[in-house]
Each structure stands twice: as C-alpha cells, then as structure tokens.
C-alpha cells in the first residue's frame, strides 16, 4: 500500500468507508457552521435552522464516534474516546456548535496532517516521477526495441541517449560521455564514464550516446532502493509517536476524572462538556509524526536518506561515533601518487601511455590511472587489441607500440629478461610498472588519501557532544594508528573482522554508550546494524551496507553525518515541545472550563487554535 492509498484511520467497511477519516468531511462541518450562522442571524426562532445544524452535526459526527468504537472493540482507549464523548454530549445537549468544530478539529488535523506529509514528501515524489519508465533495448540483429524499465534483465545492452537517465546499474560496453550524478551524490561536477565506467541508475547522460549493459534489473538499482527507503521512512511508526500514544491514553482518563470532579461539584452538564471538547489531545498524536516526517525528509534534502522515524530519534541519541577506515575516512580509491620513469623516459610519458592502454580496462586502478592522466592535461591516444588480465594488468597496442601494464609479478612472465629493470621500477606499495615495447619504462604508485576537511568535522562532532570517537578497521594496526593520529583519534583498533567489529560496537553499548557507526563497505554491515544508529556512506554503490543501516548518505561526503543528528536532534525537540505544549494547554483550558469561563461552543474554538498550533509548530522540523 503506497502513502497515498493507506488510510487515515482504521479502516472501515466497504469501497466507500464511514472510518477513514474522508477529506469531506471538514469540508462538511464548515460549511454547515457558515451556513447555519447566516441563517441563524437571520432567524433565531427559526426550529428548523437548530435541527438542520443537529442534522449536519450527526452526519459529519458519525464517521468519528464509529471509527472510535471500533477501535474501543480492539482494546484501543486514547484520545478518540474525549472527541467523541463530546460528539456525543453535544448531540444530547442541543449543543451542535460546539459539536460541529469539534468534529473538525478531528478531521481537520488529520486533513493537515496530510497537508504536512506531502510538503515533507515533495523529495520523495519528485524520486518516483524522475525514476526512468522506458530503456532501450539492444536486439541480437542490433536494432533497439523500447521495453518497460521493469522488464529489464541483467545482461541486456541498453541504448541511453543524450538527455536520457540510465534505468538500471550496470557497466559502459561502448561510448564515452559525461554523466550528471547530482540527483545520486549532490556532486554538481559531471562524471566521465567510457567503456568499462561503472554507472548507476538515476544517472542524466549529458553527451553522447552510450551502450550501457545492466547488471542487475531495475527494480534492484542503486535509484529504486533509494525510493523504497524513503517510502519506508515515512510509513514506519516511531518510538517517540508511541510515547506520544502513552500520553493520550494517560490524558484521556485524566480528562474524564475531571469531568466528573466537575459534575459532582456543579452538575452543570454544560461545563463538563465544555471541558471535554477543550480536553481532546488528538492533534498531539499528529504533531509528532508531521515532526518526524518533517525531519526525515529535510534530511532528504541534505542527501541523506533516514530508514524511519525510530532511526531518527536513534540519531538524535547519540553521543559515541565510529568510523571505518577505507572508503570512509579515507576516498576509498587509491589515487596516483607518484611516476616514476627509468632512463630514457619522462613521467608523463610512462602516464600517458599507461592510461591510454588502461581506458577500456575494469581494474579498479584504471581509472585512477586514466583521471591522473586528465588532471595533468594528457591527451590520450586510443588503444587497439586491448587485453585485459583480470587482477594482473592490461596489455595493447598504442600508437604502434605494445604497451603493457600492470603487477610487477606478471610483466617478469611476460618479459623475463627485464628482471633488473622490474625490479628497479617495482619500489614499495602499490605499484603498477609500464612496459613500452618490451622494455620497462616506469611505474605508477598509487596510494589512499583521507578525505579533505576531517580535523573540522571531528571537532564540529564534539562540540555536538560525541566526544568518544573510535577508528575500527581490518587493516594492519601501524597503518590505522597512523591515520588516527593525523585526525585526533585516540581510540583506533586494526586487524579486525566483521564479527569483531560488532563485538567492539557492543562493548562500547555495553558501557552505556549511544554509538553511531559509519561505514561503506560489506564488511561494515553487521557493525552498522548493531550500532544505536547505523550510517551508510552509499555515494559508490551502498550495497548491503546500505541496507543494513538506518541512515544512507547519498553524496561523497562524510560531514552529512553531523547533518544528520543536527536534523535528528531537531525534529526529536520539535516533537517533544508539540507532547508538552499541547497537554499544557489542554490542561490549562481544563482547568478554566470546569470554572465556566466559557462555553462549550467558545471551548471548542479555543481547543481548535491550540490544535492548529501545536501541529503548525511540528511542521517546522521540514523547514531548514
């Protein structure tokens, strides 16, 4: 059941249902309040007039009083049961009025409700309209055939023309062109991909047409799992909306002790009806979810995509961080660092070679190699007869010179005679080493880098107050202390498993820490999942890691983590304050009614602007 068909309230009978809470009726109850009015002015005496507000009253009070029956069947007793017992006790006492606004101040905060989820859900609808609906299909005798997105199976070569986003995850078979991610990472610089480019779905192509052949069906896509966590955020109740549930149900046999201290002191009916309609809490029970909605999707906004609402309030609870290493404080891609040319050859040669012939290859190092290249403003020859060795190196023809590049280890297979020269140009770290017709010309060191703007990111954390942060990671210990160093961790732990990262996770709970976990890869999923609130850095892909955490960060930027509880904090206050300020004044209003210093009819209007009010005041956890 998508957001839009789930119903307001427990649903009722039949295609047309008396209990669904239907946007007619605050429609009714103020026409029927404008209407009696005018006629009311014009006749006072008039019969018909009171028996036509009593008429309207029954109708549009009795969707309200059933739906609070049935609900009293099932063993739900909270804040529905005040509405309707002033419903009810405005019926008996000719009291249609006050009837009438009470009606819709039921109905008319569940229609704001409404109001408020489709202003928070403007991210998640404009998600759904932009998912691709169509994709190009290449056909065995090389014609395309257009096919429905759903259709599309993993191996398929897909035609994506300029213009047009990619409808599914999958890798670049032919074609060069420029992709704007934006909508994915929040990155405004365009993505060059060419064959052998991985790309995902959700993705503009800008230029060219390119073949992309899919790696998995649409519906799996990096895009279509974006949209179903945001379609879950929204339909998953909250703890702190049940603590909100606890409060009614408190306040509700609060509001009837007070009705009948106020009849057995006065036994006037009409100010124990008057302190029901002043009494009914329902908008307090709206107020938290439009807050919590509200910060889900201005986190939305920020690029960062929160399971649900528990996942929300887990955020804001926080006061422990840990971080992966690799691919989280760390760019998680070895860039090139250095070229190093033997005798004979410059730096720039032994790249530009090099990246030429690593254009068409997979390996994760290629396109560091080939984006080096660029960045130095290297023009790239095309390669022909490329061959590619999976997880030794690649080997092709560039400008009529065979060029090979790759691990150490297999350039000695391929050219035994070079031992001395491999040997000189393979040097320490990761290394791949150039051969231009046979001979050794270089080597290329690659190496990891952190990620730019941490030392402020960690300090804006503890100014936040997670002062305990910790560096978990599965490499070797020297190398994790070294980075931890460079960014004020004390707590830093290497050489660990999957499983040993969770028990490190649990350990700190166990202390009586809240911990967020933020990680990128598979390994980092059961830590995510453990973890008080787990974060997913997916600007790559995500994977599992993004599934198993409650928060996914869309963008390539580990600062959104501090976003994150900043909004999570917010909204969890936002919804808090709606809790306080709506029993406040309800209680407040209690207090004055059972005195009678007003009527019910003047009850229910003031009730009405308290109920407004406090959900007014949740909405404000989607404005920035």
């Not at 309609?277 to 939305?300: D, F």
């Not at 691919?327 to 990246?355: H, K, N, Q, Y």
């Not at 100014?463 to 490499?475: A, E, I, P, T």
């Not at 004044?585 to 009010?613: K, N």
Request: proline share 4%.
């Amino acid at each position: 059941m998508t957001q839009d068909e789930r119903p307001l309230a427990a649903p009722g009978v039949g295609a047309f249902s008396l209990t669904r809470g239907a946007t007619w009726l605050p429609a009714l109850a103020v026409v029927a309040l404008a209407a009696g009015g005018v006629v009311r002015l014009a006749d006072r005496g008039n019969p018909w007039v009171w028996r036509g507000w009593m008429l309207a009253l029954i109708v549009a009070g009795l969707p309200v009083v059933v739906r609070t029956v049935r609900g009293l069947l099932r063993g739900h007793f909270a804040a529905d049961v005040a509405a309707t017992l002033s419903i009810v006790g405005a019926v008996t006492l000719g009291q249609p009025v006050a009837g009438l606004v009470i009606v819709l101040m039921q109905t008319g905060g569940e229609w704001l409700e409404r109001y408020a989820e489709g202003r928070a859900s403007n991210a998640v609808r404009a998600l759904e309209e932009a998912a691709p609906r169509t994709a190009h299909r290449q056909r065995a005798d090389g014609q395309h055939e257009d096919i429905a997105a759903a259709d599309i199976n993993p191996g398929d070569l897909l035609l994506v023309r300029p213009g047009e986003m990619l409808p599914a995850d999958g890798v670049v078979a032919s074609g060069r062109s420029h992709l704007d991610v934006s909508r994915l990472t929040g990155e405004a610089p365009p993505d060059l991909v060419q064959a052998g480019s991985d790309v995902r779905s959700g993705a503009v192509n800008l230029e060219g047409a390119i073949v992309v052949r899919a790696t998995r069906p649409a519906s799996e896509s990096l895009y279509a799992r974006i949209v179903e966590l945001v379609r879950t955020a929204q339909a998953e109740k909250s703890p702190i909306q049940r603590m909100a549930d606890r409060y009614a149900v408190w306040f509700t046999p609060a509001t009837l002790l007070v009705c009948a201290i106020t009849w057995f002191a006065t036994h006037d009916a009409l100010r124990v009806l008057a302190v029901l309609v002043v009494a009914t809490p329902c908008p307090l029970l709206l107020a938290t979810p439009v807050a919590i909605i509200g910060g889900i999707n201005r986190a939305a906004r920020h690029q960062v995509i929160v399971r649900s609402g528990g996942a929300l309030e887990r955020l804001a609870s926080v006061d422990t961080a840990v971080f992966d290493k690799t691919g989280t404080l760390t760019i998680g891609r070895p860039e090139v660092v250095a070229v190093d040319a033997l005798s004979g050859w410059t730096p720039d040669d032994v790249l530009r070679l090099g990246a030429a012939v690593e254009v068409g290859s997979g390996h994760h190092l290629a396109r560091s190699t080939v984006d080096a290249a660029m960045h130095r403003g290297l023009a790239l020859p095309v390669p022909s007869n490329v061959v590619d060795a999976p997880g030794l190196g690649v080997r092709g023809t560039v400008e009529g010179r065979d060029v090979a590049v790759g691990a150490a280890a297999w350039l000695l297979s391929l050219f035994p005679e070079q031992q001395e020269a491999i040997a000189e140009a393979r040097g320490a770290g990761l290394r791949g080493v150039v051969a231009v017709d046979g001979q050794i010309a270089g080597a290329i060191e690659y190496a990891d880098h952190a990620r730019d703007g941490l030392h402020g990111f960690f300090e804006q954390l503890r100014r936040m107050g997670l002062r305990h942060l910790v560096l978990l990671s599965g490499d070797h210990q020297a190398n994790v202390e070294g980075i931890a160093r460079a960014m004020g961790i004390d707590d830093a732990r290497g050489d660990l498993l999957p499983q040993q990262k969770v028990e490190a996770v649990r350990e700190l709970m166990r202390a009586g820490r809240r911990v967020v976990m933020v990680g990128d890869g598979t390994n980092d999923a059961p830590a995510l999942s453990a973890a008080t609130a787990g974060i997913a850095l997916a600007a790559h892909g995500g994977g599992i890691a993004a599934e198993s955490a409650d928060a996914v960060i869309l963008c390539d930027d580990i600062t959104r983590v501090a976003d994150a509880i900043r909004i999570g904090r917010r909204s969890v206050a936002i919804a808090r304050q709606s809790i306080v300020v709506g029993l406040g004044l309800s209680g407040l209003a209690m207090v004055a009614a059972s005195f009678g210093y007003f009527s019910p009819t003047t009850g229910a209007m003031l009730q009405e602007a308290i109920d407004v009010a406090v959900i007014l005041n949740a909405v404000r956890a989607s404005a920035e």
